[in-house]
Structures are given as structure tokens and as C-alpha cells.
């Protein structure tokens, strides 16, 4: 320990107080490192590398400290309360108008009387001080609530600023969990009446839990005023206790469930001060308000601290109690009041301000406005900044506190981006979309308050924040929502709810609003209205009435969001007022609390969708053909929101299977409800059967009218067959003749045109093509996508989701095209067009719909497609047609017996027969086969067996067998098998098919599996243990499925934890014909499950990759992969 005083030269500019004592210069006992580290590492000494020098030297009033931790926060207002004496900290306004400032003299000699006055509150029996917390819980009056906690500090405590938003259950938590040991409690009734109910829970609740003592909160003349302000303030000597004891506690929101504690040490505590030295405006005494951030919150308190290193003046309000509530017009009156420079403040008052003619102005001759803890209205920001408005996006956290530049120089148009701070250690994980979580790794200049992962064996901070980059602008970033609030759906498919919430809570109705549907098939969203538009939701006329109010703002939603995350109208949810939402201390919607508060009517709501329908389609009065046809009419353009042609396949035109649920409800519902019979006969499919107007119109006309319609229409075996040949004859007439140009040579190099290069497969080959020397040129074909992205950002999104380097975009050997092969010139244009007829070598055709639901009729467009594609090869002027390879499925050869080995040659159409997928894959087979028999045309049919994930895991999520992995824990068994099967990864699977466009095959068909297949048993044996689920025959684990099946339609689901409630309905549930189907033959054949058992001779002789004996198998390791992916897009629930 050491005695020390500070000697600047800077000491010398202090002036004299006007009316008051000079301060006196400060001998006070601390303790100080002597070395840059100290032996003992638990309290080591370790100091802070340094900040940059940007200070202005011409202020006179401050003395930027030492800011290597050799001196303490609680130090450096010491530092400041002599070295920066008549610097100013504080400015308010008050009611009449006079501007009041408070030095940092002043402030630290409040600071030293608030220490005095909680070691006098605590008592000698306070324990050690290092441990010792104490609390407040009280409204936030800025400056005596601040000057407490820096009080507490002082006197080598550790605060604890509580929000008064909190429940006592919240409250009584957060002191067990912190072991409090007394409370400054506000003087207001409401929140004596708060501190005593918690102390009631604390005591049944927690009944170990010590007991706070409790006293008032300090308040500004206890601090500040007359009768304190002339008496000597006693020394309180301070240690120096090391950067990496505990500083003080904030603590989290608690949106979810309780809020949690959050320490700071010293050391955290100086690195979030430093933070504005890292900007590019110097703040040293420009004004910023805090008028409308309460220093109880992260926020407030923290960008207060910054002030020591900073020399920022803080315009708060006026001391007060009870204090002042700040709302927009206060706020804004009290920083004009203040001449403040910048406004520190949330998006509501900035959106408020902004429809107010004085406010822009005003706003407009300022500094600019900073503006955190969410987003801030697009339309409103852009309009601040065309009146000279300059905004600022402050990123910060509680864990990390400001992650990005603060302040930048300029912003302009680009406001809702930033920069990350140059101090920061960001990883950006991809999400999808485009979108990236950010994570934090510690170094020298920032360690997070929480760590809760590891990047490369280094601690860091996983936010679940996702950020996602400007489209054009690089190092640019925008918040677009949080990992945690990301809604899974049991399609697999995701909805980010932030963007669209925060489209709903512009609407004048609309008070508050949360989206739901985590394992669902759909989204929705509940709805709180505001005060003067509440009503009792029970009564079903006003909630039309008000789904109505909103709807055009729902519309805009549905215009900005995925196609599967838009909202149907009986998918909206209106709040009760006798069930309000709860809210957080920064005035967001605890979305955990209030989901599970409306839990039930949730419930009731999905169990309503097999029924719902749209009920504001009049029903026909009769169902004659013209009647039926006219309703069939408006309820398609309804549901889809576009009028389709009466002939046209409604699922070429976008219909996806939520669609056809609605259009089906509707109309059996019509039926029901006009003509008065039981429609439990009519089969679930009739939709995807009759995929037209016309059809569905004549469908439901002899539904109505009870007409039978014999099995042979359609349904049958046969018709079925003949429906696949006549689309092979439809698509095989009239081949056009190749007629070589002798003036153009094969290019040395391959020219290869890929279509669908988004989905998984597509993504690797175009990653692998780009790379390849012998490949020359890269044409990536792709259809316009139905939310209209660019296809270069849906191209990247697509990369970067699969870990796959996506800067092959800027090779000038890659050319990406939007367009369709149905139209003329492939939608591409004719230049485009007859460039790539000139030079293309090469075609593998990988865009194919996968969607097990329709019928081979709602193919058509695919299979004519691929027509166009063989036409386009053939008018090729190159010596030898483009050749083309053609992906097929081994899902037609899904009904081969299960003991046949199956040869790499054409099959039979029953084998296909049952989902129009695997039918039009057999149809377009036969079709090449056609081709390379009448034409020049040498194609070459790769039927692919099962891809699994490559090196990274990577496996889409909807499929069969990762939705068997996701019921293993739920049903507590994995089905076994001791046979193998020959499933091939991702990687492996693109470089074959590569390999393939310079081979041939006299069949001109070759199968895609691995050739050494291993054990499905050991791939279970992995899961098993992953799970500790047993291993049990696959007829086991289907009477599992379902009983678990039964169970779920009876809501008699026993209560479990982790991942056994993993979501509301496993996907497994959702295949379960399919499942069904393979019991059949499960106990069959050479292969696990019965599963086709396809040659791979002639596949070998065409690829050295498969060739190769040393071709990496299958093992624990690919699981374990698959496992962490899964894990990671939110299939299986992520192990705590």
C-alpha cells in the first residue's frame, strides 16, 4: 500500500469556485499496483493496454486520467473531483427556466458524503466490503440515484440497481441470488408497498435467503444541498482491490423468464468507459442528454461513467421527488432548455418528434440523436435525415456494453447501419438469410460480463443479436433480430419476428404486439391494442371489427415477409385488457411471459386450423358448375392473394401447402354448411388431385351435388400410369434436328450451365465448379424468387448458410442469371440467350420442386422445363450437343420390391407410382431416354440415393431422418437396423456429379450412392448415446410414434424437460403415412429398413471420385455433425 498524490501540470488550470472554497488538494489512502502484474492471480493487476489520444486540446476544465486501470472507477472521480474541479458533469434545468450545473468537484464530494452515508446505514457488521451488495430499489431521480451508486462504490461496496418494473417474485430473486444485504428503498408508497411484499416473498420463497436491512433512498439534499454543501466532507479511505474484483451489478431484462444478475469487475467496468475514446467525435464537454434514460438501466448508468474518461456533460432532469416521468414533450423541452449537443434516447420519442415541425428543426441545428434498445421506424429516420437530422444506432449490451463505433463521424443515409468498434474481437456466424449472429470474443480491450461459449479455445460472449450486412457498403452492419426470438416452424423453415413486430407496432391501433408459432405450421400474432381501442376479445364481432382496423398494415407484412411466415387473418390474436402484456425495464414486451400467459388461447387457436377456413367468401346458393366455379374462383385468389387462370396448376402459380389447407377448409366447409352432409369421406388430397379451378370446381360440384366420381377419373393405378405416359409422349414429340456451325470449335476450357444453384446441392456445385481449372465459365440459372430478392443476395445467403467461401460471386468465371425455362429465351433475354447457346459445354440440371404433396400434373412446368433444356442443347451450333445431365430420384424406384437389386437401367412406372415427385422423375427419365435415342443429344440420368451432410454438418432439416432423430428423445428409442445403407455426403455427392459431364453410360443412367456403405448401426449407436435413448426394432419405434400420435391429439403429453418437450409436435408426426409405408417392407431386403438396394458399377466406371478405394466413409463423427447443425437451426434443442 502506498500514499500518492496526484502532481499534473494540468492541476494548475483549476480556478476557483465562484462562492465557493477552492478545493483542497487530495491526500488519500489508496492502494495502488506497483508492477503491471501481480503474483497472485486472483486479484491480478494486469493493466489495460492504452487508448487512442483524440482529446481536444483546447478544453482547459479537463484532465483526461490514467485509463490503465492503475486507478478505479471509484478512483477517478477522486482523480477528477481535483484535476478537473471545475469541469462540468452535471446541467439541469429547472422549472423557471434557470440552467443549474454541477462540477465534478461537486459530484465528488457528494460522491465521498453518499460512501460516508452507506457505511453509516450499513453499520460496523457490514462483513467484507468486497462482498458486500447493496441494492436500490427506487424510481430513478438522475442525480442523487447516480451519485448512490458511485457513493456505494466509493465506499468499496458493490451496487445493485434494480428496476421498480420488476415483480416481487423478480425482485426476491435477484437479492437470494446476490446475497443483498441492505436495500435503499424509494420513498414512494408504491414502492414501500413493492419492497414489502418482495421481502415476504424472499422469506416464504427463498427462506434461506438473508434478509436485506432496508433504508430510504438518499435523496438530492442529502447529497447536494445547502445544508451539506458548506461542511467538510470526511475522508473515506479506499484499496485498490484489483481489476478483476467485483465492481458492481446490473442486471438482465428478463424477457424470458427472471432477470438475471450481471457483474462487472473493475476491470470490464473501465473497459466499457474507455468505449467513446474509440470514436470519431470527441465528446470532451459536448452536452448529452439523458433525460429520458433512467440510471437504473445499463444505459443510463454506464454512458454516465463514460463521462470520466470522455469529458462529456450530462443534461438530466431537474432533482425531484417523487421524480419526473419523461415523456416526448418533456424530454425534448427540458434538451432544449439544456442547448444539449446530442440526445441520447429510445425510438418511440425519436418517431414522436419527428411529426412535429419545431422538433425537426431543432433537431436539425444539434449534434444529432443517438438512439438505442431498438429499432427506430424507417419512413420516420429517413425523414430526420432529409431535414438535416444526423442519427446515430448505439449497439450495446449489459455483457459487452457499446459494441459499435460511438460515435461515428457521419452516418447520413446509412443511420440504421454501423461499424463494430475496432476494440471489439467479433465472429459473425451465419444464420441464413444473410444474417449473422454475433459473438464477442474476449481480448486485451474487452472481456464480456457473461461468456457462455468458446471460439478457438478463447472465452467469449455469444449474443444471439443477428446482424446483417449492407447490401453494398462493406464493414457495415444493421440489427435484424436475436437468435432466441427466431420462431422454428415444423416445416423447418424460420420466421424472424423482429421486423415484422416492429412493422405491426407502427399501426395507430396497435399498443404492443408477438408473434408465435414455434413448432407450427404457420405463424400468428398477438396483438395488444392501445388503451382507447381496448375491448373484450371474447366478443368475436369486435375482434373482426379490429382485425380489419389492422389489416393493411398486416398486408404491408405480408409484402415485406417469406411466404411462410405470412399471416392469415384468423391467425391474428387479440389481447384481453383483463391479461396485459408485461413489460421489461426498457419498455420491451417480456415475450416469454406473455406467450406462456396466452398459452391456452394459442392452443385453441391451432386446434382451430384444421377447421379454419375463410369465412368472408360467400358460399354459393346452389353448386351447379358455373356457381361452384365462380366460389372456387374467389376462394383461391383469396387465400393466394392473386387471380390464377381456371386452368392454370394453382401450385405453379405459388400455392404452397398452407394455401391449399385454406382453399380446402373453405370449401368443405361451404359444403357443410350449405347442403348439410358429412364430408369426413371426402379424401385430404382432393386439393393436390385437382389442381386447377376448373378441376376443383367440378370436384366439389359433385361433392356437393353427392355424385360419385369413380376411382378411375384418376385415382387408380392405371390412370395414374397412363397419366405418366401421356405426359412422356406430350414432351417427347418433335425433337428438333442438331445442326453443328463448322466455323465454331469446342471451347478448350468446360462452359457449364447449372440451374438451381440456392438449395444445398446447388450451393456445392456451384462452389466447386467456380474452383475447378477446367472449367471455364459458370452460368448459374435460377428462378425469380416469390419474395422478389436479388438473386446475388439469395445466391450468398445460400453459400454462406453451408460454411462455403461466397466470395466465388465476384469470379469473373461466375455469372448468375434469374429467369425460367418455360419462357422464351429462358426469361434471360435473347443476347444472353444465343451467348450462352454459343459456348455452353456443359448443363447439369439440379432445380426440380421438391414437394411431396402434389400431384404429376402440378409438375408439368418442371418436366416441360427440362424439355426446353434439351431443345436448347440441341440447337447448339458446337460439333456435339451441350451434354446434359439430368438429376434424378431414388424416389422413383420407391415401390421396387425390397429384395431386387436394382440395375442402373430404366424401370417400370409402377415402381414410381404414389407421389406425383417420384412420377415426374420417372416421366423426365424417360424422356432423356427418348431424347438420346432420336436425337444427337448424349444425356446422362443421375439417379441420387440419400445425401447426407458433408464436412460441416450441414443436412436440411426437413427430411425423413432428421425428423427420426428429432423424436428420439421425446419417445426415448431410435429404431435399429443391422443392415447398411449407402448414403453419400453432401461433398462427396457434388464432386461425382461433377465427374459425370465427361462420362457416358450405355443406359445413360447411373446411380449416386456411396459404394461402400456401413452399418446404419453405427450411425444409432452414436445417436443412442447422444440421446441415452435405446436402441429398438424399427416396428418399436413406429408404435412409439404412434402412441406419442395419439397422445398428442388427446393432449395427454406427460410433462418433461430439455429436449424430450423439444416442440409442440415432433416433425416425425407429420410423416407418418410415410413412415407407415416403410414398416411394410422394412424387415426386407439387403439394405437398413427395406431401403432400394441400387448398383453403383457402372457410377464408378464413370467417376474417379467414387472410384477411389480411399473414399471417406461414414462414421460416429458425421453424427455428431449432423447432431450440432441440427442443434443449430433449432431442430433439436441446444444442451445447456
Not at 306 to 334: E, F, H, N, W, Y
Not at 397 to 425: H, I, K, Q
Not at 585 to 593: D, E, L, S, W
Not at 737 to 762: C, F, K, N, Q
Amino acid at each position: 500500500m502506498m500514499r500518492f498524490r496526484w502532481d499534473s501540470p494540468q492541476a494548475s488550470r483549476v480556478s476557483r469556485f465562484s462562492g465557493r472554497r477552492k478545493p483542497p488538494p487530495l491526500n488519500i489512502v489508496h492502494s495502488r499496483p506497483r508492477n503491471t502484474e501481480c503474483s497472485d492471480m486472483s486479484t491480478s493487476y494486469t493493466l489495460l493496454p492504452p487508448v487512442p489520444q483524440t482529446r481536444d486540446r483546447s478544453c482547459t476544465t479537463f484532465c483526461v486520467p490514467p485509463l490503465d486501470g492503475s486507478l478505479t472507477f471509484p478512483q477517478l472521480i477522486d482523480f477528477h473531483g481535483q484535476e478537473s474541479a471545475n469541469h462540468r458533469f452535471f446541467v439541469y434545468a429547472e422549472e423557471d427556466g434557470t440552467v443549474e450545473s454541477l462540477t465534478w468537484f461537486h459530484v465528488s464530494e457528494a460522491v465521498r458524503r453518499g460512501a460516508l452515508l452507506v457505511k453509516e446505514r450499513l453499520g460496523p457488521k457490514a462483513g467484507m466490503a468486497e462482498s458486500t451488495v447493496v441494492a436500490i430499489l427506487s424510481p430513478s431521480d438522475s442525480i442523487p440515484y447516480a451519485t448512490t451508486i458511485m457513493g456505494i462504490m466509493r465506499a468499496g461496496y458493490v451496487p445493485f440497481p434494480i428496476s421498480t418494473r420488476n415483480s416481487p417474485a423478480a425482485i426476491a430473486y435477484l437479492l437470494e441470488k446476490t446475497s443483498v444485504q441492505h436495500l435503499f428503498v424509494g420513498l414512494e408508497q408504491a414502492i414501500q408497498t413493492l419492497t414489502a411484499d418482495t421481502i415476504e416473498v424472499l422469506k416464504s420463497q427463498h427462506p434461506s435467503a438473508t434478509v436485506p436491512t432496508t433504508s430510504p433512498m438518499p435523496v438530492f439534499g442529502d447529497l447536494y444541498g445547502k445544508e451539506v454543501e458548506n461542511v467538510a466532507v470526511e475522508n473515506v479511505p479506499y484499496e485498490h482491490p484489483g481489476l478483476d474484483k467485483r465492481s458492481f451489478l446490473l442486471h438482465s431484462s428478463g424477457s424470458t423468464a427472471f432477470p438475471k444478475p450481471i457483474p462487472f469487475t473493475h476491470r470490464s467496468l473501465l473497459q466499457f468507459v474507455r468505449s467513446p475514446l474509440y470514436g470519431e467525435r470527441d465528446l470532451i464537454n459536448r452536452l448529452l442528454s439523458l433525460h429520458s434514460v433512467p440510471m437504473s438501466h445499463a444505459m443510463g448508468i454506464i454512458v454516465t461513467f463514460m463521462a470520466a474518461a470522455s469529458g462529456q456533460v450530462l443534461a438530466v432532469p431537474a432533482p425531484k421527488t417523487p421524480p419526473t416521468i419523461p415523456t416526448a414533450d418533456l424530454v425534448i423541452r427540458s434538451s432544449m432548455a439544456t442547448n444539449v449537443d446530442l440526445i441520447l434516447t429510445v425510438p418511440s420519442m425519436v418517431e414522436s418528434w419527428s411529426q412535429n415541425p419545431e422538433c425537426v428543426t431543432w433537431l436539425g441545428a444539434r449534434d444529432g440523436v443517438v438512439y438505442a434498445g431498438g429499432p427506430l421506424n424507417k419512413e420516420r429516420g429517413d425523414y430526420l435525415v432529409s431535414q438535416g437530422t444526423s442519427i446515430f444506432n448505439l449497439y450495446a449490451s449489459t455483457e459487452c456494453g457499446p459494441m459499435n463505433v460511438f460515435l461515428p463521424s457521419e452516418t447520413g443515409d446509412d443511420w440504421e447501419y454501423f461499424r463494430f468498434a475496432s476494440y471489439v474481437n467479433v465472429k459473425l456466424e451465419p444464420y441464413g438469410n444473410d444474417e449473422y449472429e454475433a459473438i464477442f470474443v474476449a481480448n486485451e480491450f474487452l472481456r464480456p460480463n457473461k461468456l457462455n461459449t468458446k471460439i478457438d479455445e478463447v472465452d467469449a460472449y455469444s449474443t444471439s443479436d443477428l446482424v446483417a450486412p449492407h447490401p453494398t457498403k462493406k464493414g457495415l452492419y444493421k440489427i435484424v433480430g436475436r437468435t432466441d426470438d427466431q420462431i422454428m416452424h415444423s416445416t423447418g423453415e424460420k420466421t424472424n419476428p423482429g421486423p415484422l413486430e416492429t412493422m405491426m407496432n407502427q399501426d395507430q391501433h396497435v399498443q404492443a404486439c408477438v408473434m408465435f408459432g414455434r413448432g407450427q405450421f404457420q405463424a400468428g400474432i398477438l396483438v395488444e391494442p392501445k388503451p382507447e381501442y381496448s375491448f373484450d376479445s371474447s366478443d368475436e364481432a369486435k375482434v373482426a371489427e379490429f382485425r380489419n382496423k389492422i389489416w393493411p398494415t398486416i398486408l404491408k407484412m405480408n409484402a415485406f415477409a417469406p411466404q411462410h411466415s405470412r399471416l392469415f387473418k384468423e391467425m391474428i390474436l387479440v389481447a384481453n385488457p383483463s391479461k396485459p402484456f408485461s413489460w421489461t425495464a426498457k419498455r420491451t414486451v417480456r415475450r416469454g411471459a406473455v406467450t406462456k400467459d396466452y398459452e391456452n388461447e394459442i392452443n385453441a387457436l391451432y386446434d382451430s386450423v384444421e377447421a379454419s377456413s375463410q369465412s368472408s367468401v360467400t358460399p354459393p346458393a346452389s353448386w351447379d358448375i358455373a356457381s361452384a366455379s365462380d366460389f372456387v374462383r374467389r376462394v383461391a385468389a383469396q387465400v393466394m392473394n392473386r387471380t390464377v387462370p381456371d386452368d392454370d396448376d394453382l401450385f405453379q402459380h405459388g400455392c404452397d401447402s398452407l394455401q391449399a389447407t385454406y382453399i380446402r377448409n373453405t370449401l368443405l366447409r361451404a359444403v357443410r354448411h350449405t347442403r348439410k352432409i358429412d364430408t369426413r369421406h371426402v379424401p385430404e388430397s382432393f386439393v393436390y388431385e385437382n389442381p386447377t379451378v376448373t378441376q376443383l370446381s367440378s370436384f366439389m360440384s359433385s361433392v356437393a351435388l353427392g355424385i360419385d366420381r369413380p376411382e378411375s377419373a384418376g385415382t387408380s393405378t392405371a390412370a395414374r400410369v397412363d397419366a405418366m405416359h401421356a405426359m412422356v409422349a406430350k414432351y417427347t414429340a418433335g425433337f428438333p434436328t442438331h445442326s453443328a456451325d463448322p466455323r465454331i470449335t469446342h471451347s478448350r476450357s468446360d462452359v457449364i450451365l447449372v440451374t438451381g444453384t440456392t438449395g444445398s446441392l446447388g450451393s456445392h456445385l456451384l462452389s466447386q465448379l467456380a474452383v475447378n481449372e477446367e472449367v471455364e465459365h459458370v452460368y448459374a440459372l435460377n428462378r425469380p424468387s416469390m419474395d422478389h430478392l436479388p438473386l446475388r443476395e439469395r445466391q450468398r445467403s445460400a453459400l454462406v448458410d453451408r460454411g462455403l467461401d461466397a466470395s466465388v460471386l465476384d469470379s469473373d468465371k461466375v455469372v448468375l442469371l434469374e429467369g425460367d425455362l418455360t419462357k422464351t429465351h429462358f426469361g434471360v433475354g435473347e443476347a444472353v440467350y444465343e451467348q450462352l447457346r454459343r459456348s455452353v459445354t456443359h448443363i447439369i440440371h439440379n432445380a426440380w420442386r421438391v414437394d411431396f404433396v402434389i400431384a404429376l400434373s402440378s409438375f408439368d412446368l418442371q418436366v416441360q422445363g427440362l424439355r426446353s433444356l434439351i431443345d436448347f442443347a440441341l440447337s447448339s451450333p458446337l460439333p456435339e450437343p451441350p451434354r446434359l445431365i439430368f438429376e434424378s430420384s431414388m424416389a422413383a424406384l420407391q415401390g421396387t420390391p425390397p429384395q431386387e437389386f436394382i440395375l442402373e437401367t430404366c424401370s417400370k412406372p409402377e415402381y414410381a407410382l404414389g407421389m406425383g415427385y417420384a412420377e415426374s422423375k420417372w416421366v423426365s427419365e424417360q424422356i432423356l431416354f427418348a431424347a438420346a435415342e432420336k436425337t444427337a443429344l448424349s444425356p446422362l440420368v443421375a439417379r441420387l440415393g440419400q445425401i447426407c451432410g458433408g464436412p460441416d454438418g450441414v443436412w436440411n432439416a426437413h427430411e425423413w431422418f432428421p425428423s427420426i432423430v428429432q423424436s428420439a428423445p421425446a419417445l426415448g428409442c431410435f429404431p435399429d437396423d443391422a443392415r447398411p445403407v449407402d448414403w453419400i455426403p453432401l461433398d462427396l455427392a457434388t464432386a461425382t456429379l461433377i465427374d459425370f459431364r465427361k462420362a457416358s453410360s450405355p443406359t445413360h443412367l447411373v446411380h449416386l450412392v456411396h459404394p461402400c456403405a456401413v452399418s446404419w448401426h453405427t450411425l444409432a449407436v452414436a445417436i443412442s448415446a447422444e440421446f441415452g435413448v435405446l436402441l429398438v426394432p424399427y416396428a418399436t419405434w413406429l408404435s412409439k410414434l404412434e402412441q406419442y400420435a395419439a397422445q398428442s391429439l388427446s393432449g395427454q403429453h406427460e410433462e418433461g424437460a430439455g429436449e424430450a418437450r423439444m416442440v409442440q409436435s415432433l416433425r416425425a408426426l407429420q410423416l407418418l403415412p410415410m413412415f407407415r409405408g416403410v414398416a411394410e417392407n422394412a424387415g426386407k431386403g439387403r439394405r437398413a429398413l427395406g431401403l432400394p438396394y441400387m448398383d453403383v458399377s457402372r457410377a464408378k466406371d464413370a467417376s474417379p471420385t467414387l472410384a477411389d478405394p480411399e473414399l471417406r466413409q461414414l462414421s460416429a463423427e458425421d453424427v455428431h455433425r449432423w447432431l450440432a447443425y441440427w442443434r443449430k437451426v433449432g431442430l433439436l434443442c441446444v444442451r445447456e
